[in-house]
């Protein structure tokens, strides 16, 4: 049978086949139907944050750089040089003047326009350089995270986003008041498909089980913090494939409780506050704020973003991931408070750390499995009939919920559809 004819008969309500994770075709199609069509995010706005900034990022496989020019406009431009075709930038990130392409030298601007060509007298005539600059991407932004598309008949980001922007913008509250500010970041890449790690960002079932090493690196008090899977905690499908796992609904809002006790883990970040001459109320601010706030975000395809960093997976290939890590604090906090961030990030994201190396290795059995067998359906039905409606009325499930798989899911069938690929 061929799979790859109707993708939308591979996604049921309560299961995906395995074919989603292993087929280089579907593979191919996800590209051109997902990432080439919907809002992909590329850049948040203090990674480019000074003129003649750059960063170099992918939407989907294709590379692109996201540029701040000196009138201090952003642009997001396909990284191909408009001769031969070659990147022109294999910087991660950086600052300059213009982009040189390597091969033959065309130089282009910060804002992609075509300045510069070696020997121009060779092409007297042949081409008209105003027609030639790097091609641009669409791109909006919400609250400084900067998302692109190919797609100029995409809806505008804010609606895409949707029901999501309201956890976005608690999201932003982790930088403590200050504008939020990437702090730094690590890549690597697993041997499995994109969807297993989309899939894990609001998967709190996998968590007493896989991240058993991270929980008992823990104090006490803080390990209590991760006991959440009978707690109060929720799964809500936010449309678009978007949705949120809260994990601690009492950590939501972090501009609320700020007179709790300040706990034990954080006692030395206070101290070294006040010591730093801040008053108890900036304090209070900054401790509640390092922690994180409780709750996880997937923004369909290719951003999760969680307590202190944002999550961003490039698909490589049907059965490789680059994954980017990218820990956050706030421009212009007190040191401390951004050293914890990172601390905080490394102790769980790091490389070294006690939890996503931990993750890794599920997704690539799930990787691994994916290929056994003739034939065969992976579950995402768990919470299907416990839905029950959350505090503001929407629907929800308890926080095992396999609810945000399906929110992801559904997304996928829709545009995976034959109609959606036409
Ligand atoms: Fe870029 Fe030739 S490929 S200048």
Redesign the pocket.
């Known amino acids: 049978e061929n799979v790859t004819a109707d993708p939308g008969r591979l996604v049921e309500e309560g299961r995906v086949h395995k074919s989603l994770y292993s087929n280089p075709e579907i593979f191919a199609q996800e590209l051109d139907r997902i990432f080439n069509k919907t809002w992909v995010w590329v850049a948040h706005e203090s990674e480019v944050a000074e003129a003649g900034a750059y960063k170099t990022a992918f939407v989907g496989r294709q590379p692109v750089i996201v540029s701040r020019d000196r009138k201090k406009n952003i642009h997001v431009l396909l990284n191909r ?6 990147t ?1 930038c294999e910087g991660k990130r950086g600052k300059t003047r213009a982009f040189t ?6 130089g282009y601007a910060l804002d992609g326009e075509l300045r510069a ?2 020997k121009p007298e060779e092409y007297e005539g042949v081409i008209d350089k105003q027609e030639l600059p790097l091609e641009r991407l669409r791109h909006e932004s919400y609250q400084g995270m900067i998302f692109a598309t190919f797609n100029e008949e995409a809806e505008p980001l804010e609606e895409f986003l949707g029901g999501a922007k309201k956890w976005i913008d608690l999201f932003m509250k982790q930088s403590g008041g200050y504008p939020l500010q990437v702090l730094g970041d690590h890549r690597f890449r697993f041997p499995g498909n994109w969807k297993i790690q989309l899939e894990n960002t609001t998967d709190a079932y996998h968590f007493p089980i896989v991240h058993k090493s991270f929980i008992s690196s823990l104090d006490d008090q803080t390990s209590e913090v991760f006991d959440f899977l009978d707690g109060e905690g929720f799964v809500e499908d936010l449309g678009n494939g978007h949705s949120v796992m809260v994990m601690i609904p009492e950590l939501v809002d972090l501009e609320a409780n700020l007179d709790d006790p300040i706990p034990e883990r954080f006692a030395e970040l206070a101290e070294a506050l006040r010591a730093e001459g801040h008053d108890e109320a900036e304090v209070r601010r900054l401790v509640r704020a390092v922690g994180g706030s409780g709750f996880n975000l997937n923004l369909f395809p290719n951003v999760a973003c969680s307590m202190a960093f944002f999550r961003v997976l490039t698909p490589i290939s049907v059965d490789e991931t680059e994954i980017h890590h990218v820990a956050i604090g706030g421009a212009g906090a007190p040191a401390p408070f951004n050293q914890m961030r990172l601390r905080l990030h490394e102790h769980f994201q790091g490389p070294m750390g006690f939890g996503t190396p931990d993750d890794a290795e599920g997704w690539e059995r799930v990787q691994k499995g994916s290929l056994a067998g003739p034939d065969g359906w992976i579950l995402v039905n768990r919470g299907l009939k416990r839905m029950a409606p959350s505090a503001d009325g929407n629907p929800a499930g308890a926080v095992c919920s396999e609810t945000g798989m399906r929110a992801a899911y559904q997304m996928w069938k829709r545009l995976m559809s034959d109609e959606a690929g036409e």
């Open positions: 040089c408009r001769h031969r075709g070659a022109v392409c390597p091969y033959h030298g065309w060509i070696p």
